[in-house]
């Protein structure tokens, strides 16, 4: 098992979104190294990143995820990138540079997983329980929302299943 949190392990508060609490239907997308991926995986704590190129906070929040899903994979953690770009070359090399190894997927008509997840603003990012129950929505690529992303994943990855 993993440690208990220090802070008394409490959930993180969310933004406010409809989809809270509720368990979306799973979404298959090809990722951009062309495998299929599914989200959020069930049996997996699942945090769904939504960003594109051109947003600064964004990125600048990128190599923090890529830090946390190096640390906690092995825990059970899925992490997914939605990039809302039409320039797959452009999204790829903007990985690269920056040495993210999590899934990303392609969202360039922006319909389908966005408007699903009925995303306004970015950076958004979603997390999951391993039932596949959205817990906890951020807004916004700062330290603070790091932080609570951070925060959720700890959480829900302590959190009995049962």
Known sequence: GLAVLGCGGSLPASKAHPLLD???DAI???????????????GKVTVLDFWSTNCKPCVKMMPELQALYAERKAAGLSMVGVAIDDNPG?????????GVTYVNVL?????????????ADLPQTFIFDRKG???????????????????????LLSEETQ
């Not at 452009?90 to 920056?98: A, D, G, H, Q």
């Not at 969202?107 to 995303?119: K, L, M, N, P």
Request: charged residues 35%.
């Open 22 to 24: 509720k368990a979306p």
């Open 133 to 155: 129950q959205l817990r906890v929505v951020t807004q916004g690529g700062d330290e603070k929302e790091v932080a609570v992303i951070r925060d959720a994943v700890d959480y």
């Open 107 to 119: 969202d360039d008509s922006g319909s389908t997983i966005r408007g699903a997840y009925q995303v």
């Open 90 to 98: 452009l999204v790829t090399e903007r990985l690269k540079k920056m």
């Open 28 to 42: 298959e997308q090809i990722t951009l190294e062309g495998e299929m991926v599914k989200f959020p995986q069930k």
